[in-house]
Each structure stands twice: as C-alpha cells, then as structure tokens.
C-alpha cells in the first residue's frame, strides 16, 4: 500500500497509520474542553465516534477523523461534538438527529440530508 493522501492541503500520511496514544488526548482535552469518551461526529463521512478514536493528523496532532476512509480533520473544523451541528441547525437536522449519546455507536452515519432513513 503506498501513501495516502489526507485532504486539501496534500499532507500525507505513510501506509502504516499510527495509533493514538494516550498521552495526546489529555492536551486535546486542553486545546478543545473534549475528554477521550466525548462522542464526535465528521461533516466529510457523517459518521459518529468517540475523541479516544482520532487519528493523528497531518500537522503532527490528533485531530483526523477515526475511520482509515475519510479525510476529515480539524476539531471544529471537519470534526464536531456530536450534537452541535443539530444544535446549530435544527430545522435540517434536529428532529431525526439522535437525542442522546445512548443511541450512538462508533460508525453510525448520520446525513445531513433530513430524512430519518439517512441516520443508521
């Protein structure tokens, strides 16, 4: 497997894509007010996933999206608490969007397309 490119700015990873390491969460925690079991949920692949799950990102920090297919990053950027695109837009989404960090599961995919089928 060769390089893999992550987002617009052409910064790459190489095929082996490291872990996260227990130490960087804490200075995310810092940076951000998000503990390592906060839930986030990705504007690039609409799926949700816990801080604890980023993946180091191209700048040298943990703030890349948690799945190997997605090139979203930045928290507050790409990368957003998982209710707070609800919150900001409840006319689009907050009538289908999960109401609670209960029904959540690393994966579930939620569009932005207001239609209930879309979250699953």
Known sequence: MGKRTRGSAGLSFG???PTNQAGRIPALQD???IGPEA???CL???RFFQAKD???DGVGGVQACAFDDCDGAGVHVDIFEWDSW??????DC????PKSTNELVKGM???LDPEPEDCV
Not at 86 to 91: D, H, L
Request: aromatic share 14%; glycine share 8%.
């Open 94 to 97: 907050g009538r289908w969007w």
């Open 31 to 33: 940076l951000c007010g």
């Open 39 to 41: 839930w986030l949920w």
């Open 44 to 46: 690039h692949c609409e």
């Open 54 to 56: 980023l993946q180091p």
């Open 15 to 17: 095929s082996a894509r």
């Open 86 to 91: 609800a919150r900001q837009n409840p006319s």
């Open 109 to 111: 995919r939620c569009s």
